[in-house]
């Protein structure tokens, strides 16, 4: 036991005297949850659209300034002709046009009908779908505003209540998911190099020929980055909560278990990434482009996983973070007791120890 | 010049005799772009609704297997009580409840008016407010339905009518596969060329061979070029062989313009290595290199618009895209392969990135020292 205090000391002095990398460690995650908690939205907002109004009646201009004020669209092209406009979108300057018919008011009175064309950039389906949605919803809300007449028999109201969520902010929905992110990354990171490292410069050899049995050296590379990463979680929560905004509905502790746990399968992550890989190079590249891409998109982060191929839900399973986000959403947003998150925890629990059991069986205490 | 051809060959030798690199330099990218290239997806599917019917009547029954009918909905079944349904929609298993109260018929023939429940589970903001916007809309035609059915039609159906065409150029079959293959590519070039690039030299410090290197007549700008040459082939070849694979595979459009796309990469490369270049000159380990370098690139990767729309960011955040070089390449290559952009339409992010590039491999090689301290 004293020889294993003794290691984490060791370790901790490793950690504490390589003044960069203990500030980028502590810096980056601030920095990047500041950023990317303003700067990731799906909330549309001023999107650049042109305007195609040969009619320019009273209806039609009625009818862009209601677009206009919704603050969904900001006008930068009067456009004249179609030609105009697909060069627009070549540039890319414009995000969607809407062409009037010719004669829009006149129709409309006359004919009973007239037609509106929204010209989305389906280059990005993903945003054409919900501008269209909103022009869409924005036209015909004004459509049936004007339709004069008596209130009809038979009327079937509908109550809406948006729970968790009731003023439909996007934060809800990407904080905690990037809380996770950054914590599975930089943890997963920081212990992903230690041993590769011990490797690569030798001084493996040195730990090998101590008393210390491989159990041990894993446990004592982990301690140390426990302890940051703890400090790195309470002041991603802090900042989640504060700066954005998240409620945490649930109860603090359970919280803080869990995130522990988080953390813990991610370090055991990073060094199973470790043990398996030769030299730090390989063991960065496992954990920068292994890891970066699919916890990105495939923990539910950003995209939503009920939403994806079934190929990819079942995938996704593998990801640590999905459980958690599930976990961290359902305790903060939704106030969720530790009944109702134990199947993700289990998970993230069975995952951890599949991740110790595999890098103290895959770490070599021969040198070859 | 000879001088260079040797060095590229050490640095090719090194590369290709690392067996643990290479499935990672070019295995790895293609299965991620497999992958991932199908989980970028805001579409909306799979919304599933429990149904909480406290009328149990021919209207309310009716009701309910029109939603069924829409499409739109997986029905979860019915649940009597509130809090069984609230229950489900906590654990997930439901996203919108849909609540018919008791004597829902009577209230509406004879009381004229009745109103529903809608309960969305809102953190997603957009699934609840798609969901609860069909749900209205099936409820809308429902009660066009039903007052036909009682003899009531609406008075004035349909005086005016706006007939609203939604047009998807550039991609009218909305795939969004088409969108995020070339962006995906991008993401993948740029993280194996910044990081086979960043931990490149600082190995060589870490490791103690730079000093051998030190004592050659290697001068300052042969050494970087030759341990730039080899990434930037690498990263091309990367590119040729992911749009390749894009086309095969997803059906990516490939016009004749696509040139453009390998004379940015051409371009975007030497950026993206001198960043890792840069980084290698300032760190002392590969540690301190590869957080560097990660931290950037997450930046970078993030805002780049891959994900997430750049002009819904707020106005700074897209100020500081103006420093990104991701979200430059990935703007290009959508541009000039969806939508068929000329040289002419990218030749602002062209120079701009030329130019980066310039200014950052200057400062690598400036702030590289063949005296060690």
Known sequence: ?368 | MKIILVMLRKEFLQIFRNRSMLPIIFVAPVIQLLILASAATYEIKNIAVIVVDQDQTGTSRLLVSKMKASGYFIMQGESTSDASAYRKLQDGQADIILEIPAHFERDLVKGGKADLLLSANAINNIKATLGTGYAASIIASFNRQIRVQFGRPEMDSGQYYIKVLPIPWFNPTLNYRFFMVPGILVILVTLIGSFLSGMNIVREKEIGTIEQLNVTPIRKLHFIFGKLLPFWFIGLFELAFGLLIGALVFKVPIHTNIWLVFAFGAIYLPLVLGIGLLISTFADTQQQAMFLAWFFLVIFILMSGLFTAVENMPGWAQKLNVINPVAYFIEVIRRVMLKGSSFADISGQFFLVLGFGAIINVLAVLNYRKVSN
Request: charged content about 15%.
């Open chain 1, 1 to 368: 036991m004293r020889i294993f205090l003794v290691f984490v000391r060791k370790e901790f002095f490793h950690i504490f005297r390589d003044r960069r990398t203990l500030l980028i460690l502590f810096g980056m995650p601030v920095i990047q949850i500041l950023l990317f908690g303003f700067a990731i939205t799906n909330e549309i907002r001023n999107a650049r659209i042109a305007i195609m109004d040969n009619s320019r009646d009273e209806y039609t201009l009625k009818l862009s300034n209601k677009l206009l004020s919704s603050g969904y669209f900001q006008e930068v092209l009067n456009a004249s002709s179609l030609h105009e406009i697909s060069s627009s979108f070549r540039k890319g300057r414009i995000d969607m046009a809407i062409v009037f018919s010719p004669q829009f008011d006149y129709q409309l009175h006359h004919e009973g009908k007239a037609s509106i064309q929204l010209i989305a950039d389906a280059s990005d389906p993903n945003t054409a779908s919900t501008l269209i949605n909103y022009a869409t919803s924005i036209i015909n809300n004004d459509a049936s505003s004007h339709k004069p007449g008596i209130a009809p028999n038979m009327q079937i109201g509908i109550r809406e209540k948006m729970l968790y969520n009731p003023d439909l902010k996007s934060v809800y929905m990407f904080i905690p998911g990037l809380m996770t992110l950054i914590l599975m990354l930089v943890s997963a990171m920081m212990t992903s190099l230690t041993i590769a490292r011990e490797k690569e410069l030798g001084t493996m050899e040195i730990l090998l020929a101590s008393p210390l049995r491989p159990v041990m050296i894993i446990m004592g590379k982990g301690i140390p980055y426990l302890l940051l990463s703890a400090i790195n979680a309470t002041m991603i929560l802090l900042m989640g909560m504060f700066v954005f905004g998240v409620p945490l509905v649930g109860n603090v502790f359970l919280l803080g278990a869990e995130c522990t746990l988080f953390i813990i399968t991610a370090l055991s992550l990073g060094i199973l990434i470790s043990s398996v890989s030769s030299s730090q190079q390989t063991a960065m590249m496992l954990s920068m482009v292994g890891l970066l891409m699919p916890t990105v998109m495939l923990s539910g982060y950003i995209f939503p996983l009920d939403s994806m191929p079934v190929f990819l839900q079942v995938i996704a399973n593998l990801i640590p973070a999905k459980w958690f986000i599930i976990i961290i959403k359902n305790i903060m947003l939704k106030g969720a007791g530790f009944q109702d998150v134990w199947k993700q925890t289990l998970i993230l629990v069975a995952m951890t120890s599949a991740f110790i059991v595999l890098s103290i069986k895959n770490f070599k205490i021969r040198l070859n």
